[in-house]
């Protein structure tokens, strides 16, 4: 059981932390802009289901996962890209609703 939930943590911080970092620091310009695109609106959201569909398997034990990379999400883009920017806490609350919707489906689709 721990370690799913540390492989899930440490996925939550390459995707959310790590992805972003690599965007900023490697890539340049326009580029750098579409990769940006890519993370918010395709891989951070593909991300957020399927976290919460894993704890929507176990809720009772896993119940706080879809937390996690919301809270990673909005720490990563206030480093790397502007410290308090309010664009970003509206990106974390829609990938924080979709771990919460994917996890209540999975959690009554299992019973």
Request: proline share 4%.
């Amino acid at each position: 059981m721990k370690k799913n939930i540390i492989f899930w943590l440490a996925v939550s911080a390459l995707i959310m932390l790590v992805l972003p970092w690599l965007a900023v620091t490697f890539i340049k310009s326009d580029a750098g802009m579409a990769v940006c695109f890519l993370l918010f609106f395709v891989i951070n959201p593909i991300y957020s289901l399927i976290v919460g569909a894993f704890a929507g398997r176990d809720i009772k034990h896993r119940w706080g996962l879809p937390v996690v990379p919301t809270a990673l999400f909005l720490v990563g883009t206030w480093i790397f890209f502007d410290a308090g920017e309010t664009a970003f806490i509206l990106y974390a609350l829609v990938y924080f609703a979709l771990g919460i919707a994917a996890m209540l489906i999975f959690m009554l689709r299992k019973k």
